[in-house]
Protein backbone atom coordinates (compact mmCIF):
# COMPACT_ATOMS: atom_id res chain seq x y z
CA UNK A 1 0.00 0.00 0.00
CA UNK A 2 0.87 3.90 -0.64
CA UNK A 3 0.59 6.93 1.40
CA UNK A 4 -1.56 9.79 0.04
CA UNK A 5 -2.02 13.36 1.12
CA UNK A 6 -5.31 14.32 1.35
CA UNK A 7 -7.52 17.67 1.45
CA UNK A 8 -11.01 16.75 1.52
CA UNK A 9 -12.75 20.58 1.88
CA UNK A 10 -11.71 22.94 -0.81
CA UNK A 11 -14.20 25.46 -2.00
CA UNK A 12 -14.79 26.40 -5.49
CA UNK A 13 -14.72 30.28 -6.06
CA UNK A 14 -15.79 30.30 -9.93
CA UNK A 15 -17.20 27.70 -12.66
CA UNK A 16 -17.79 28.78 -16.14
CA UNK A 17 -16.89 32.06 -15.01
CA UNK A 18 -19.78 32.47 -12.80
CA UNK A 19 -19.85 32.60 -9.31
CA UNK A 20 -20.03 29.33 -7.31
CA UNK A 21 -18.72 29.52 -3.18
CA UNK A 22 -19.26 33.49 -2.78
CA UNK A 23 -17.30 33.52 0.06
CA UNK A 24 -14.23 32.24 -1.80
CA UNK A 25 -12.15 33.82 -4.33
CA UNK A 26 -13.09 33.77 -7.95
CA UNK A 27 -9.49 32.78 -8.22
CA UNK A 28 -10.51 28.89 -7.02
CA UNK A 29 -11.33 27.71 -10.38
CA UNK A 30 -11.06 23.87 -10.75
CA UNK A 31 -7.93 24.00 -12.77
CA UNK A 32 -6.06 26.72 -10.21
CA UNK A 33 -7.39 24.61 -7.32
CA UNK A 34 -5.81 21.31 -9.36
CA UNK A 35 -2.20 23.24 -10.18
CA UNK A 36 -1.68 24.51 -6.68
CA UNK A 37 -2.50 21.40 -5.36
CA UNK A 38 0.15 19.75 -7.40
CA UNK A 39 2.56 22.07 -7.40
CA UNK A 40 2.66 23.91 -4.35
CA UNK A 41 0.94 21.75 -1.79
CA UNK A 42 1.91 18.39 -2.93
CA UNK A 43 -1.60 16.60 -2.51
CA UNK A 44 -2.12 13.58 -3.96
CA UNK A 45 -6.11 13.29 -3.53
CA UNK A 46 -8.35 16.65 -3.14
CA UNK A 47 -12.20 16.78 -2.15
CA UNK A 48 -13.88 19.60 -3.88
CA UNK A 49 -17.58 20.54 -1.72
CA UNK A 50 -19.36 22.40 -4.12
CA UNK A 51 -20.47 20.29 -7.01
CA UNK A 52 -23.73 20.46 -6.07
CA UNK A 53 -23.81 23.78 -8.15
CA UNK A 54 -24.78 22.89 -12.42
CA UNK A 55 -21.38 25.39 -12.54
CA UNK A 56 -19.29 23.04 -11.42
CA UNK A 57 -20.84 20.01 -12.66
CA UNK A 58 -20.88 21.60 -16.75
CA UNK A 59 -17.28 22.48 -16.08
CA UNK A 60 -16.21 19.06 -14.63
CA UNK A 61 -18.59 17.30 -18.10
CA UNK A 62 -16.26 19.90 -20.26
CA UNK A 63 -13.23 18.22 -18.68
CA UNK A 64 -14.00 15.09 -18.89
CA UNK A 65 -14.90 15.41 -22.43
CA UNK A 66 -11.48 17.68 -23.31
CA UNK A 67 -9.57 14.60 -21.71
CA UNK A 68 -8.24 16.73 -19.34
CA UNK A 69 -10.19 14.95 -16.31
CA UNK A 70 -11.13 10.94 -16.35
CA UNK A 71 -13.45 9.01 -14.56
CA UNK A 72 -12.04 6.26 -12.35
CA UNK A 73 -13.67 3.16 -12.09
CA UNK A 74 -13.50 2.75 -8.39
CA UNK A 75 -14.64 6.28 -7.79
CA UNK A 76 -13.35 10.12 -8.31
CA UNK A 77 -11.80 12.06 -11.26
CA UNK A 78 -8.01 11.62 -12.06
CA UNK A 79 -6.13 14.61 -13.61
CA UNK A 80 -2.41 13.34 -14.83
CA UNK A 81 0.17 15.09 -15.94
CA UNK A 82 4.11 14.41 -17.45
CA UNK A 83 5.07 15.17 -13.39
CA UNK A 84 2.09 14.16 -11.51
CA UNK A 85 -1.35 12.76 -10.85
CA UNK A 86 -4.09 13.89 -8.32
CA UNK A 87 -7.24 12.21 -7.89
CA UNK A 88 -10.81 14.85 -7.16
CA UNK A 89 -13.49 13.59 -5.32
CA UNK A 90 -16.75 15.67 -5.51
CA UNK A 91 -18.59 16.87 -2.83
CA UNK A 92 -21.33 19.34 -1.68
CA UNK A 93 -21.38 21.49 1.35
CA UNK A 94 -25.11 21.90 2.77
CA UNK A 95 -26.46 23.71 5.57
CA UNK A 96 -29.41 22.11 7.07
CA UNK A 97 -32.44 23.08 8.72
CA UNK A 98 -30.81 22.34 11.87
CA UNK A 99 -28.27 25.30 10.34
CA UNK A 100 -25.13 23.05 10.42
CA UNK A 101 -23.32 22.14 7.69
CA UNK A 102 -22.20 18.55 6.53
CA UNK A 103 -20.51 17.33 3.19
CA UNK A 104 -21.94 14.86 1.25
CA UNK A 105 -19.44 12.79 -1.08
CA UNK A 106 -20.36 10.60 -4.07
CA UNK A 107 -18.32 8.13 -6.26
CA UNK A 108 -18.97 9.51 -9.73
CA UNK A 109 -20.24 12.54 -11.24
CA UNK A 110 -23.82 10.87 -12.18
CA UNK A 111 -24.40 10.52 -8.82
CA UNK A 112 -23.29 14.08 -8.05
CA UNK A 113 -25.54 14.97 -10.59
CA UNK A 114 -28.68 12.97 -8.96
CA UNK A 115 -27.73 15.06 -5.66
CA UNK A 116 -27.45 18.53 -7.27
CA UNK A 117 -31.09 17.86 -8.83
CA UNK A 118 -32.55 16.69 -5.34
CA UNK A 119 -30.63 19.57 -3.73
CA UNK A 120 -32.14 22.23 -6.47
CA UNK A 121 -35.24 21.16 -4.99
CA UNK A 122 -34.37 22.80 -1.34
CA UNK A 123 -32.81 25.87 -2.16
CA UNK A 124 -33.39 28.82 -3.43
CA UNK A 125 -30.29 29.29 -6.05
CA UNK A 126 -28.33 25.65 -6.69
CA UNK A 127 -25.96 27.97 -8.38
CA UNK A 128 -24.72 28.82 -5.50
CA UNK A 129 -22.68 26.73 -2.91
CA UNK A 130 -23.42 25.80 0.92
CA UNK A 131 -27.32 27.57 0.47
CA UNK A 132 -29.62 26.95 3.49
CA UNK A 133 -31.30 23.73 2.48
CA UNK A 134 -34.93 22.69 3.75
CA UNK A 135 -33.73 19.67 4.48
CA UNK A 136 -32.62 17.82 8.20
CA UNK A 137 -29.38 16.54 8.49
CA UNK A 138 -31.20 12.94 8.61
CA UNK A 139 -32.89 13.17 5.57
CA UNK A 140 -29.52 14.10 3.70
CA UNK A 141 -27.61 11.13 5.84
CA UNK A 142 -30.50 9.25 3.77
CA UNK A 143 -29.48 10.34 0.10
CA UNK A 144 -25.90 10.06 0.71
CA UNK A 145 -26.18 5.82 1.88
CA UNK A 146 -29.16 5.54 -1.15
CA UNK A 147 -25.96 6.66 -3.31
CA UNK A 148 -23.20 4.64 -1.38
CA UNK A 149 -21.64 8.29 -0.53
CA UNK A 150 -19.80 9.61 2.33
CA UNK A 151 -21.34 12.00 4.95
CA UNK A 152 -18.53 13.92 6.68
CA UNK A 153 -20.05 16.77 9.39
CA UNK A 154 -17.98 19.71 9.06
CA UNK A 155 -15.65 21.80 11.29
CA UNK A 156 -17.32 20.04 14.04
CA UNK A 157 -16.76 22.76 16.92
CA UNK A 158 -16.91 26.01 15.54
CA UNK A 159 -19.28 28.54 16.91
CA UNK A 160 -21.51 29.05 13.77
CA UNK A 161 -22.97 26.06 11.94
CA UNK A 162 -21.42 22.79 13.23
CA UNK A 163 -22.92 20.36 15.17
CA UNK A 164 -20.93 20.33 18.71
CA UNK A 165 -20.76 24.50 18.65
CA UNK A 166 -23.95 25.37 17.35
CA UNK A 167 -27.27 22.91 17.58
CA UNK A 168 -26.04 20.06 20.08
CA UNK A 169 -24.33 18.77 22.42
CA UNK A 170 -23.58 15.17 21.25
CA UNK A 171 -24.33 13.88 17.77
CA UNK A 172 -26.67 11.56 19.04
CA UNK A 173 -29.20 14.40 19.87
CA UNK A 174 -29.47 15.10 16.17
CA UNK A 175 -29.03 11.54 14.78
CA UNK A 176 -30.21 9.07 17.33
CA UNK A 177 -29.29 5.60 16.85
CA UNK A 178 -28.18 6.31 13.43
CA UNK A 179 -25.28 7.88 14.45
CA UNK A 180 -23.47 4.65 13.33
CA UNK A 181 -24.00 5.32 9.54
CA UNK A 182 -21.84 9.12 9.85
CA UNK A 183 -18.81 7.70 7.95
CA UNK A 184 -15.69 10.14 9.53
CA UNK A 185 -15.94 13.46 11.42
CA UNK A 186 -14.21 16.92 10.42
CA UNK A 187 -12.15 18.87 13.34
CA UNK A 188 -12.17 22.33 12.22
CA UNK A 189 -8.77 24.44 12.57
CA UNK A 190 -9.50 25.80 16.24
CA UNK A 191 -10.10 22.50 17.21
CA UNK A 192 -7.16 18.85 17.34
CA UNK A 193 -7.46 15.29 18.62
CA UNK A 194 -6.31 16.45 22.13
CA UNK A 195 -9.24 18.50 22.70
CA UNK A 196 -12.08 16.19 20.25
CA UNK A 197 -11.26 13.27 22.51
CA UNK A 198 -12.80 15.24 25.22
CA UNK A 199 -15.84 13.51 23.77
CA UNK A 200 -16.39 10.24 24.38
CA UNK A 201 -19.21 9.62 22.09
CA UNK A 202 -16.14 10.57 19.15
CA UNK A 203 -14.40 7.86 20.13
CA UNK A 204 -16.04 5.90 17.41
CA UNK A 205 -15.07 8.07 14.45
CA UNK A 206 -11.98 9.00 12.93
CA UNK A 207 -11.09 12.60 12.35
CA UNK A 208 -10.46 14.20 9.22
CA UNK A 209 -8.28 17.80 9.13
CA UNK A 210 -8.63 19.63 6.07
CA UNK A 211 -8.22 22.99 4.68
CA UNK A 212 -11.00 24.53 4.36
CA UNK A 213 -9.80 26.66 1.65
CA UNK A 214 -11.88 30.08 0.31
CA UNK A 215 -8.15 31.02 -1.05
CA UNK A 216 -5.20 28.81 -3.27
CA UNK A 217 -2.87 29.65 -0.90
CA UNK A 218 -4.87 27.95 2.19
CA UNK A 219 -5.06 24.85 0.42
CA UNK A 220 -3.73 22.28 2.87
CA UNK A 221 -3.34 24.25 5.97
CA UNK A 222 -4.61 21.16 7.07
CA UNK A 223 -4.33 17.64 5.57
CA UNK A 224 -4.34 14.17 6.39
CA UNK A 225 -2.55 11.08 5.13
CA UNK A 226 -4.17 7.67 3.99
CA UNK A 227 -2.60 4.61 3.32
CA UNK A 228 -4.66 3.03 0.74
CA UNK A 229 -4.14 0.42 -2.34
CA UNK A 230 -4.72 3.42 -4.93
CA UNK A 231 -6.50 6.82 -4.83
CA UNK A 232 -9.77 6.11 -5.50
CA UNK A 233 -13.25 6.72 -3.93
CA UNK A 234 -13.63 3.24 -2.82
CA UNK A 235 -10.11 2.86 -0.96
CA UNK A 236 -10.85 6.11 0.75
CA UNK A 237 -14.10 5.09 1.84
CA UNK A 238 -11.87 2.16 3.29
CA UNK A 239 -9.62 4.19 4.65
CA UNK A 240 -11.53 6.01 6.87
CA UNK A 241 -13.40 3.29 8.37
CA UNK A 242 -10.32 1.26 9.02
CA UNK A 243 -11.03 -1.87 6.90
CA UNK A 244 -8.63 -4.27 5.33
CA UNK A 245 -5.64 -2.41 6.05
CA UNK A 246 -6.56 0.75 4.79
CA UNK A 247 -6.47 3.77 7.17
CA UNK A 248 -5.44 7.65 8.26
CA UNK A 249 -2.02 7.04 9.65
CA UNK A 250 -1.44 11.07 10.14
CA UNK A 251 -3.51 13.77 10.38
CA UNK A 252 -1.65 17.81 10.30
CA UNK A 253 -2.88 21.17 10.75
CA UNK A 254 -2.97 23.34 13.06
CA UNK A 255 -1.92 24.37 16.10
CA UNK A 256 -5.77 24.94 17.28
CA UNK A 257 -4.53 27.93 19.55
CA UNK A 258 -4.10 29.20 16.18
CA UNK A 259 -7.79 28.84 14.69
CA UNK A 260 -10.18 32.19 14.40
CA UNK A 261 -12.65 30.69 17.27
CA UNK A 262 -10.30 28.98 19.30
CA UNK A 263 -11.14 31.19 22.47
CA UNK A 264 -14.02 33.31 23.91
CA UNK A 265 -13.85 36.46 22.17
CA UNK A 266 -15.71 39.72 23.44
CA UNK A 267 -17.23 41.42 19.87
CA UNK A 268 -17.45 44.55 21.62
CA UNK A 269 -13.98 44.89 23.21
CA UNK A 270 -12.73 42.86 19.89
CA UNK A 271 -10.56 41.20 22.43
CA UNK A 272 -10.07 37.20 23.45
CA UNK A 273 -12.30 37.13 27.12
CA UNK A 274 -9.09 36.75 29.00
CA UNK A 275 -8.35 40.58 27.82
CA UNK A 276 -11.78 42.05 28.31
CA UNK A 277 -12.46 44.87 30.91
CA UNK A 278 -15.61 45.81 29.48
CA UNK A 279 -19.33 45.14 30.98
CA UNK A 280 -20.96 44.51 27.89
CA UNK A 281 -19.59 41.37 26.59
CA UNK A 282 -21.11 40.19 23.13
CA UNK A 283 -18.92 36.57 23.48
CA UNK A 284 -18.55 34.82 20.65
CA UNK A 285 -17.97 31.12 21.89
CA UNK A 286 -14.72 29.96 21.70
CA UNK A 287 -14.31 26.02 20.57
CA UNK A 288 -12.00 25.39 23.79
CA UNK A 289 -14.69 26.80 25.95
CA UNK A 290 -17.40 24.78 24.23
CA UNK A 291 -15.78 21.57 24.58
CA UNK A 292 -14.83 22.07 28.18
CA UNK A 293 -18.49 22.79 28.65
CA UNK A 294 -19.61 19.47 26.33
CA UNK A 295 -16.50 17.20 27.59
CA UNK A 296 -16.90 14.00 29.49
CA UNK A 297 -13.82 12.85 29.32
CA UNK A 298 -10.51 14.74 30.39
CA UNK A 299 -7.13 15.26 28.46
CA UNK A 300 -5.25 12.54 27.33
CA UNK A 301 -7.89 9.50 26.73
CA UNK A 302 -7.80 8.08 22.82
CA UNK A 303 -8.97 5.45 20.68
CA UNK A 304 -6.48 2.53 19.74
CA UNK A 305 -7.11 3.76 16.50
CA UNK A 306 -6.61 7.69 16.69
CA UNK A 307 -3.26 8.48 14.34
CA UNK A 308 -0.95 10.93 15.41
CA UNK A 309 -1.54 14.54 15.00
CA UNK A 310 1.13 16.69 13.60
CA UNK A 311 1.63 20.31 14.51
CA UNK A 312 2.09 22.50 11.24
CA UNK A 313 2.22 26.65 10.66
CA UNK A 314 1.77 27.08 7.08
CA UNK A 315 4.21 29.45 5.54
CA UNK A 316 1.79 32.21 5.60
CA UNK A 317 1.46 32.62 9.28
CA UNK A 318 4.89 32.68 9.57
CA UNK A 319 5.66 36.70 10.42
CA UNK A 320 8.54 38.06 7.96
CA UNK A 321 7.59 35.56 4.65
CA UNK A 322 5.88 37.65 2.73
CA UNK A 323 4.10 36.54 -0.71
CA UNK A 324 7.61 36.75 -2.71
CA UNK A 325 9.48 35.03 -0.16
CA UNK A 326 7.00 32.19 -0.23
CA UNK A 327 7.05 31.58 -3.72
CA UNK A 328 10.76 31.36 -3.99
CA UNK A 329 10.65 28.76 -1.48
CA UNK A 330 8.36 26.99 -3.22
CA UNK A 331 10.25 26.92 -6.67
CA UNK A 332 13.49 26.24 -5.68
CA UNK A 333 13.09 23.64 -2.06
CA UNK A 334 9.23 21.84 -3.25
CA UNK A 335 5.99 21.51 -1.72
CA UNK A 336 4.80 23.25 0.89
CA UNK A 337 4.40 19.94 2.75
CA UNK A 338 8.12 19.11 2.44
CA UNK A 339 9.30 22.67 3.58
CA UNK A 340 7.57 22.22 6.71
CA UNK A 341 7.93 18.70 7.91
CA UNK A 342 10.96 16.84 5.92
CA UNK A 343 13.35 19.41 4.51
CA UNK A 344 16.58 19.22 6.92
CA UNK A 345 17.52 22.18 9.15
CA UNK A 346 20.43 22.84 7.54
CA UNK A 347 19.33 23.04 3.79
CA UNK A 348 16.13 25.33 5.39
CA UNK A 349 19.16 27.63 6.37
CA UNK A 350 20.34 28.54 3.07
CA UNK A 351 17.17 29.86 2.10
CA UNK A 352 15.53 31.43 5.13
CA UNK A 353 16.81 33.61 7.73
CA UNK A 354 17.86 32.24 11.10
CA UNK A 355 14.47 33.51 12.67
CA UNK A 356 12.23 32.02 9.50
CA UNK A 357 14.10 28.38 10.52
CA UNK A 358 13.35 28.79 13.69
CA UNK A 359 9.63 28.77 13.50
CA UNK A 360 9.25 26.28 10.79
CA UNK A 361 11.61 23.63 13.35
CA UNK A 362 9.90 25.02 16.56
CA UNK A 363 6.87 24.41 14.65
CA UNK A 364 7.39 20.67 14.10
CA UNK A 365 8.01 20.27 17.63
CA UNK A 366 4.38 22.19 18.55
CA UNK A 367 6.76 24.41 20.91
CA UNK A 368 5.80 27.67 19.50
CA UNK A 369 4.82 31.05 21.38
CA UNK A 370 1.07 31.60 19.81
CA UNK A 371 -1.40 34.24 20.26
CA UNK A 372 -4.69 32.80 20.51
CA UNK A 373 -7.34 33.38 18.39
CA UNK A 374 -11.06 33.85 18.61
CA UNK A 375 -14.29 35.62 17.53
CA UNK A 376 -12.98 35.42 13.44
CA UNK A 377 -9.67 36.11 14.33
CA UNK A 378 -6.63 33.77 13.44
CA UNK A 379 -4.19 33.35 16.36
CA UNK A 380 -0.33 34.35 15.72
CA UNK A 381 3.14 33.14 16.09
CA UNK A 382 5.11 35.11 18.36
CA UNK A 383 8.22 36.12 18.33
Known amino acids: MKKYNCDFHIHIGSACKKAVKVTASRNMTILNIIEHSIVAKGMDIIGLVDCGSPYVLQE ?6 EGILEELEEGGLVYKSDLASLTLILG ?5 QEGVHAVCFFPDLSRTIAFSEFLATKVTNNNLSTQRANVTSNQLLDFVKEHDGIFMPAHIFTPHKSYYGKAFTRLKECFGNRVEEIDVVEL ?4 DTKLA ?3 AELHNFNFLTNSDAHSVG ?3 REYNVLQLEAPTFSEIKKGIKNRDGRKIIANY ?9 YYNFCANCDKVLEDCFCDKQKIVKGVYNRIMEIKDLNFGHHPIHRPQYYYQIPLEFIPGLGKKGREKALQELGTEAQILHQISEE ?5 FSDKIVEIIIKGRE ?11 KYGKVMV
Open 197 to 199: DCI
Open 253 to 261: GLDPQLGKY
Open 188 to 191: GLSA
Open 347 to 351: KLRKY
Open 366 to 376: GSLSLQRGGGG
Open 218 to 220: KIA
Open 60 to 65: LSFLIR
Open 92 to 96: SEVET
